[in-house]
């Protein structure tokens, strides 16, 4: 059995992701395969380079803003005014030297669970994945650098940034690998619970929003309406879901972890200790819940 853990991209809503994991690892859950966009590759090289949850955790709970990033006036002035030439709007010199102290890359080439990141080679608009051999810095910068607030990253002499512009949920590579098992950590319910309809303006700019980053893991789960009936009328792709999502894939399992509540814009850059600590603790206890059924069934 190959067990897979996919993690999304999201910015600041990463820290989600960590309490999942905590949950994980205190039931013995551990991955063979663990795939990650954005944050969620960051999260991802963080664990194979060795590096403990709580140990992540800490990170999560000590790393603000300021810490990583800093937008200032001259520098959001010098990036818009630009005509000739971009300019990232952001110094992200501090994030990089946060990830050369806290993930061991050597470690990292040595992790005993495969792990492959994503990002988008942006002059062919190639998703390119890397596996834990391959990743260095500048694979992991890349892979962070959200277009237009972050510098995008040269890598085989092509320029390269994040992949949640196409790929948020990197499922692929599991169903690639032959994962009996995956669990898919989300940062929204949207794709996990059904929704109602919005009815303020911002409601609606969030849902499309999150339905933006959700499309590209909806269009690779397995499309069992054709199969069921290939003469009906109407075909949909499957709804990802509730939270303990099973769809037959051959002898696979896909279960989705997510966010019982919209968690807003503001939270995909709010590296505030406060907000990292109640997404850990969301992400321990959604985890907790909604893996009920899926544990149950594994007995």
Known sequence: MTKALVLSGGGARGAFQVGVMKYLKEIGWEPDLVCGTSVGAVNAAAYGSGMSVEKMIDVWKTYQRKNMFRITLPILFKSLNSRHRFSPMSDIRKLKKLIIDQIDIQKLKNSSAEIIITAINMTTGQIRYFTHHAIGIEHLMAASAIPGLFPWQIIDN?????AGLMINTPIAPAFQRGATEIITVLHSPVGAFRQQAPRTPMEVAELVFEHFLIGSYVASLPDVSWQVNPNAEIFETPMPGSPQLQLSRMDTKIINIAPTRMLGFR?????????????????????????????????
């Open 267 to 299: 939270s995909l850059l709010n590296f505030s200790i406060q907000q990292a600590q109640t997404l850990i603790e969301e992400g321990y206890n959604n985890a907790r819940i909604q893996l009920q059924y899926f544990l149950k069934s594994r007995k």
């Open 158 to 162: 092509e320029p390269h940034w994040d």
